[in-house]
């Protein structure tokens, strides 16, 4: 599903209504129905309840009002609170005021003297609200009087609808810069908006619904808009079912240089996150000293002992033996647990342009880059990078906060330098593609920022490649799959203890759950 900027929904608005004819106030019509169906999931019996509606100047505030119209169909006893002058309201949103008024129904202004007590006194006696004040044509942030208002409602702790996007919330970066509705729920219009999903905007979005308003299809689904927010339909249709003629070497050879002494999990868990995806063959190739203990403890893969340092990290003469491997296989995994150990260092810095299999980068092979980025840029094989915001930080050399505060333009940037798919861990991960496409991940908790699990998802990357994904798809299709993992282990064993092994053991059902065979 493609993902919008404010500018770019006003333009899909602006070609529905006058390149295809579609009168302005007919989507209005419609986003207040879609609406009104949330509320009747929310609150069952609508009948005799009563709804508080906040209402804006701008289409926001004319959705607001068919909401209100709605409502008071169905019985509902509608609180319609303006936040603007009547004069202010213009076009369809003063059609609807008008109608609202013809009806012979009355709205109290909160701009009065007594503006912030009228609404006090609606809340003590409301079960909903709706949040119509400001939607994607909002910028900055609110005076204090809605400010106010909006700390009112957020204190209520009442259900809140959020009408296209929280009121307060910048809609093309998901940034907050003053008070802001804190919705249960948004139900945004014909496409999300950027804001909505990245943090900290999805937080305060709640569940999100994106309604069907009747904008045509071909402006929906327009190629030229770079974003996509993942979903199953959109993962599952990168697979193919897997042959009945299919054996071991149908699905790919996985080569995993991972692990140290005392690191040894590390390694394990991505070899084991490369077999869970389906890869058909997986090689672990570690410090010799780990070997045997590795080869007890992951029966399905093959290991290698390779020469070590005195510290147990992998020496500069392993490089040989680690591109003879690479010749038996399709896809490399490198750098859970390596350390940074001098001579690994120079050991990854060595092996990376020497490399003629697609390699998916992570940990301390990336860390091993730092002040070395031309290596990344040289690579002459497709690559993956999956770097958390402190890794991004080092490898640019720049602080982490700009990294975290600056996510979307950080991850694309990054790939179009370094020509590699880059996935950006943390809240909403973020995966960006050289040509320019960005993919976001709804997928995934806070109870996976446990050690081991940027592991598994280096393992399911490589695992996809191995078996014909692009990197595109196999960086952006792990990414929502092991999310997905970590959702269901979150279910069943709770945030806090869920731990990155857990993400292997649900694996399985997140790619059931997807219905690819
Ligand atoms: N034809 C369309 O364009 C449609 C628009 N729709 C609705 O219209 C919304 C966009 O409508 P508008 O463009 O009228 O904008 P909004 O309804 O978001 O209104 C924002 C209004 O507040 C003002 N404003 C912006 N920042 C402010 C701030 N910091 N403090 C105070 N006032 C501020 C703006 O000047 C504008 O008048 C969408 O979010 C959606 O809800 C829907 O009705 C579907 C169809
Ligand atoms: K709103």
Redesign the pocket.
Known sequence: MRVVTAAEM?QI??Q??EKYGIP?IV??EN?GWRVVEIIEGIISEVKDKIVTILV????????GLVVARHLLNRGVQVKVLLLADPEEFQG??RINLHIWQKLGQPFYQVNQVNGINIVKVALLNTHLVVD?L??????????ER?GRVIELINASNLPVVA???PSGLEADTGQINGPCIKATQTVT?GLPKLGLVVEPGASYAGKLHVAD?SLPRVLIENKDIPRQLLTRELVSSWFKPRLTTGHKGTYGHVLVVAGSRGMVGAARMTAKGALRSGAGLVTLALPGNCQPMVAAALDEAMTIGLPETAEGTLAGSALEEILQACKRADVLAIGPGLTTQPETVELVKTLLPALDIPVVIDADALNALQGATDILSCLTVPAVITPHPGEMARLLDRPLTEVQNDRLNVVCKAAKEWQVVTILKGARTVIAVPGGKLYINPTGNPGMASGGSGDVLTGVVAGLMAQGLTPEQSAAAATFLHGLAGDLAAERLGQRSALAGDLLTHLPTAIQELKIS
């Open positions: 006003k608005d602006l529905a209504i302005g989507l209005m986003a804006g100047k701008g289409n926001n505030g004319g959705d369809d949103a119509a400001y939607g994607t044509g909002f910028r900055g942030t609110v005076n809605v009408v296209d996007i219009f308003i």
